[in-house]
């Protein structure tokens, strides 16, 4: 069966799906974004994705391209027409289509576009023998906090990566603290045993998982801290990892070709992913 995309209020064939050269995501990136996991045909931590959606619209006054549960339905509909059991749907909306000119018109319908991609579930236990990542300077806006499609920067700082033989790149700030990954959250634990992430803010996208991964830790009574880590201090953690809808929890066992800890994921790790994944399970009606 062939995949198919979502556009602007029809369904078509993936490979026949577009928008307008004057679609101001084209002309500017001018638009926001959301990837949402599917587990057994049901979005897992929808509610999170749609509010974080709702801020990221807010902030850069595009309006809602429909209501929220006629959205829910559309995203619905392309979970079924692509038979997506386990995957990803990927959601953009822009400012709409309108004569390129930097400032925009009130009335401007936006853009709508969904698509689905299929995934493998999520283990049960950490069968990740970990990644690596590099650091380098945080070259990005000042905002964000906001899912804007505009990524530049975190594709550059992505390609670096790669290009280093890593597999992300942990953004530094000014003062040399970790913001976050170029498509996901940065956490390390302390020799202690403590979970340390950056609190959000301008500086760093609010992931849902890490959202998520601090309640499911909170829960477990693990000693938890959001605050900024500096590269150094990540260098010498008991363990570091990252978080993001499609990387799930990945455990980093080293950072600028140096080994964090004993170089191998640890057990906070693991024991992250077991709850992780028990919920993700749970989200998906524990099918
Ligand atoms: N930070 C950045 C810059 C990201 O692009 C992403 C994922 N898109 C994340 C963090 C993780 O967010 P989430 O857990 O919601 O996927």
Same mark, same amino acid.
């Given at each position: 069966m062939s995949r198919i995309a979502y556009v602007n209020g029809r369904y078509a064939p993936h490979c026949e799906a577009a928008v307008h050269v004057e679609d101001r /995501?084209?002309?500017?990136?001018?638009?926001?974004?959301?990837?949402?996991?599917?587990?057994?045909?049901?979005?897992?931590?929808?509610?999170?994705?749609l509010e974080r959606l709702g801020r990221s619209l807010e902030a850069v006054k595009i309006d809602w391209p429909m209501n929220r549960r006629s959205l829910e339905v559309v995203i619905g509909e392309v979970v079924r027409r692509n038979r997506l059991r386990d995957g990803f749907i990927y959601l953009q909306v822009t400012r709409g289509v309108v004569r390129r000119d930097h400032q925009f018109p009130d009335n401007i319908q936006p853009s709508l576009v969904m698509t689905a991609?299929?995934?493998?579930?999520?283990?049960?236990?950490?069968?990740?023998?970990?990644?690596g990542v590099i650091? $380098? +300077?945080?070259? @990005?806006?000042?905002?964000?906090?906001?899912?804007?499609?505009?990524?530049?920067?975190?594709?550059?700082?992505?390609?670096?990566?790669?290009?280093?033989?890593?597999?992300e790149a942990w953004l530094v700030d000014e003062e040399g603290y970790v913001t976050e990954g170029a498509s996901s959250n940065a956490w390390i634990v302390t020799g202690a045993g403590g979970l340390?992430?950056?609190?959000? /803010?301008?500086?760093?996208?609010?992931?849902?998982? @890490?959202?998520t991964v601090l309640e499911l830790a909170?829960?477990?009574?693990?000693?938890?801290?959001?605050?900024?880590?500096?590269?150094?201090?990540?260098?010498?953690?008991?363990?570091?990892?990252?978080?993001?809808?499609?990387?799930? $929890?990945? +455990?980093?066992v080293s950072?600028?070709?140096?080994?964090? /800890?004993?170089?191998?994921p640890g057990p906070v790790c693991a024991s992250l992913t077991a709850l992780y994944a028990a919920y993700v399970k749970a989200q998906g009606g524990g099918e």
């Amino acid at each position: 069966m062939s995949r198919i995309a979502y556009v602007n209020g029809r369904y078509a064939p993936h490979c026949e799906a577009a928008v307008h050269v004057e679609d101001r /995501g084209y002309q500017f990136s001018d638009g926001v974004y959301e990837v949402i996991m599917v587990r057994a045909g049901r979005m897992v931590d929808g509610n999170g994705h749609l509010e974080r959606l709702g801020r990221s619209l807010e902030a850069v006054k595009i309006d809602w391209p429909m209501n929220r549960r006629s959205l829910e339905v559309v995203i619905g509909e392309v979970v079924r027409r692509n038979r997506l059991r386990d995957g990803f749907i990927y959601l953009q909306v822009t400012r709409g289509v309108v004569r390129r000119d930097h400032q925009f018109p009130d009335n401007i319908q936006p853009s709508l576009v969904m698509t689905a991609r299929r995934c493998a579930v999520l283990a049960d236990s950490l069968d990740d023998l970990g990644v690596g990542v590099i650091t $380098i +300077p945080d070259t @990005r806006w000042k905002r964000c906090d906001i899912k804007s499609i505009s990524l530049l920067s975190n594709v550059l700082s992505k390609q670096e990566a790669r290009e280093a033989g890593a597999y992300e790149a942990w953004l530094v700030d000014e003062e040399g603290y970790v913001t976050e990954g170029a498509s996901s959250n940065a956490w390390i634990v302390t020799g202690a045993g403590g979970l340390v992430t950056r609190p959000v /803010g301008r500086a760093l996208l609010g992931g849902v998982t @890490r959202q998520t991964v601090l309640e499911l830790a909170r829960g477990e009574g693990v000693a938890l801290c959001e605050r900024p880590f500096t590269v150094e201090e990540a260098r010498v953690a008991a363990e570091a990892f990252l978080t993001s809808t499609t990387s799930f $929890i990945k +455990p980093v066992v080293s950072i600028d070709g140096v080994k964090v /800890g004993a170089g191998r994921p640890g057990p906070v790790c693991a024991s992250l992913t077991a709850l992780y994944a028990a919920y993700v399970k749970a989200q998906g009606g524990g099918e």
